[in-house]
């Protein structure tokens, strides 16, 4: 049993792992998954139709997932496929979550007439759209750092509804009912029509209908050219610049000069008629032999599009985080019955989610071609990957199962945050300038990094000591001597790359702006770490504190590396802020509080604790352990 059962946990944790690398075809007959690789250029970036659409609906709602009215649930990419060619039919999908009450009031809704309470339709807040642009001016001219939730919330929903029209309008006419006829029409009338408004500026005799409906035809597409949001049209091969995409409407505004409609657009034309009409074969071909025209060319490119869209579908962190949470509660349970199975058990789970995570950093380097920390995203995977790893080592050497609960709780944790951060958007994002250093990107952000996992790990560590001798008769002098050494050992560790990363930061600013230090907000937070870090091994060197106290310093760390991480980069001054956000904003002072609280419940009389038998009988045989 022993061995049995830890086994079969692993090996049900790795296939429900790899069950999501199995290529499941989508049940519809339109090749879903062929438009879903389509490559597609936006904010810089060359990414497949699948990222968008996902992007778009983490934005809009939060999640994945959308039901049209019949209440069928449909896939990213079927959703964005409606936006783009049946953008009537989408305008009555419930994706837009909207949650503040006074909001709500300016369109005259309640939550019951949104899915899930909170979710509404594009076509339920046409009425009010004039009242919500109105609402969300005035709200723009008050700096983001003030504003109620109330101008946070008009601002973000205005920001997510123009995005969604111009979803609509970058491929093709969205009020368009047969795009192929509408195009037909407009070719086979562009010489009489630029006939006709020659004659009409030179006050010559002229065919007025064919005039206008040329002029119309222009208007639409330039429109289109200024509104779009998707630069699907390559560049010529002749071309110098191979990022020169542009969108389609840009395109369709050539036509008259060329005489002749761009053969990118007709493409996307063609997989909207047939979208539209169901018409499953024909919208089958015009995507494959599209993909073909930009195999020669874009081959690379192309491949990371195909990467990406398998990588999307898998979800390796969202499927970490379940498993995580399973590793944490076995290693719990292992602490009151059957140690060594569910210890056992809760380390390899926990391997395993590791794993799946390195795998998912991989990934995400060869797809931007970067080192693994290039964003506050990616930083969260990177501090969760760096402290599981070292809490992997701490549990191969002590056996006692605290470094698979910390682990556990401090993986889920930090994929927790990262999620949330993939709200805002693209997380695979273009650099800014002064990070485009594939050097400095590898060196001091990933050093100072792996700074912070430790840091959060003494902390999670003392926290597990804490809860344990207060709530449980489990920390007992050997457990307690134990997580005495784990957390002065990681804090040796913390405070090495906490320094080193600092210094290697001071060089690059240096490098980058002239200067070693500058009093920046994000400097000083660093600073602020090796300093507590520093101060906490101080003070046990010189017996200020023993292993309570340790333990309460080490928790406070959490709040200090919390405040350098992410409450810097919302105080909207200095180089390294990224702007003010109101739900981080909160869930930080909470957790600020969460912790300060954790302090004192450490600082608790030995008699309110209810390991205080066994912490007093290791103290009398080893100073310190208690």
């Known amino acids: 049993m022993k061995r049995i059962i830890p086994l079969l946990v692993l090996v049900l944790a790795t296939a429900y792992l790899g069950s999501s690398l199995i290529h499941r075809p989508a049940s519809s007959e339109m090749d879903l998954d062929g438009f879903g690789k389509l490559p597609v250029l936006v904010n810089g970036r060359l990414k497949p139709m699948d990222t968008v659409a996902r992007n778009a609906l983490l934005m809009f709602q939060g999640r994945q997932r959308v039901t049209n009215p019949a209440g069928e649930t449909l896939a990213p990419v079927a959703w964005l496929l409606d936006v783009l060619f049946r953008s009537d039919l989408a305008d009555r999908y419930q994706h837009f979550e909207i949650v503040h009450p006074d909001v709500l009031a300016i369109f005259n809704l309640t939550i019951e007439q949104g899915a899930g309470k909170k979710r509404f339709s594009y076509a339920q807040l046409t009425p009010k759209l004039g009242e919500l642009d109105r609402q969300a001016q005035l709200s723009a001219q008050i700096e983001a750092q003030v504003r109620t939730t109330f101008q946070k919330a008009v601002v973000e929903l205005r920001e997510h509804l123009v995005l969604y029209n111009r979803l609509k309008q970058s491929l093709v006419p969205p009020d368009s009912q047969d795009v192929l006829r509408d195009y037909t029409a407009f070719q086979n009338g562009l010489d009489a029509g630029i006939t006709a408004i020659r004659a009409r500026e030179q006050k010559q005799p002229f065919d007025e209908a064919a005039a206008n409906a040329t002029m119309t035809a222009g208007q639409r597409f330039e429109f289109m050219a200024n509104m779009g949001y998707l630069l699907t049209v ?119 989610a590791w794993i799946a995570t390195t795998l998912g950093i991989g990934v995400r380097m060869w797809l931007e071609g970067r080192p693994p920390v290039t964003n506050l995203y990616s930083s969260a995977l990177f501090v969760g990957w760096g402290s599981v790893g070292l809490c992997l080592v701490l549990e191969y050497i002590y056996r006692n199962a605290i470094g698979s609960a910390a682990g556990a709780l401090v993986g889920f944790c930090t994929l927790l945050i990262a999620h949330f951060l993939s709200l805002s958007g693209d997380t695979l994002e273009m650099m800014r300038a002064v990070l485009d250093s594939n050097f400095w990107l590898a060196t001091h952000v990933v050093i ?13 560590l003392a926290l597990i000591y804490v809860f344990r001798g207060v709530l449980t008769r489990s920390l007992d002098a050997r457990t307690a001597d134990s997580l005495n050494r784990m957390v002065y050992g990681i804090l040796c560790f913390a405070t090495l790359f906490s320094f080193v990363g600092t210094v290697l930061g001071g060089i690059w600013a240096d490098q980058s702006w002239g200067r070693f230090w500058g009093w920046d907000p994000k400097e000083n937070g660093a600073l602020i770490i090796v300093l507590w870090n520093a101060l906490i091994l101080h003070a046990r060197w010189g017996g200020l504190v023993k292993t309570r106290g340790l ?30 956000m109101d739900s981080a904003f909160y869930a930080l002072l909470l957790f600020a509080i969460s912790q300060i609280t954790a302090i004192g419940i450490a600082n608790l009389p030995l008699a309110r604790w209810r390991s205080f038998a066994a912490l007093s009988t290791g103290a009398s045989r080893k100073s310190g352990a208690a």
Do not use: C
């Open 551 to 580: 333990m309460a310093l080490a928790i406070f760390g959490n709040v200090v590396t919390s405040w350098s991480w992410f409450g810097t980069n919302m105080l909207g001054i200095g180089l390294h802020s990224y702007g003010f």
């Open 448 to 460: 100072v990094t792996i700074g912070y996992s430790a840091t959060y790990l003494a902390g999670f």
């Open 234 to 352: 390559a560049p010529p091969a002749s071309s110098a610049d191979p990022n020169a995409w542009k969108p389609v409407g840009a395109a369709l505004l050539e036509t008259f000069q060329t005489r002749q409609l761009h053969p990118t657009a007709m493409a996307f034309a063609g997989m909207a008629h047939s979208w539209r009409f169901s018409q499953a074969e024909q919208f089958n071909t015009i995507v494959k032999l599209y993909r073909n025209t930009l195999e020669s060319r874009y081959g690379e490119r192309l491949k990371k599009s195909d990467v990406e869209t398998r990588f999307n579908a898998a979800e390796p962190f969202y499927r970490s985080m379940l498993i995580y949470i399973a590793a944490f509660l076995l290693a719990i349970f292992s602490w009151l019955l059957l140690p060594e199975v569910l210890g056992r058990s809760a380390f390899g789970l926990m391997s395993v």
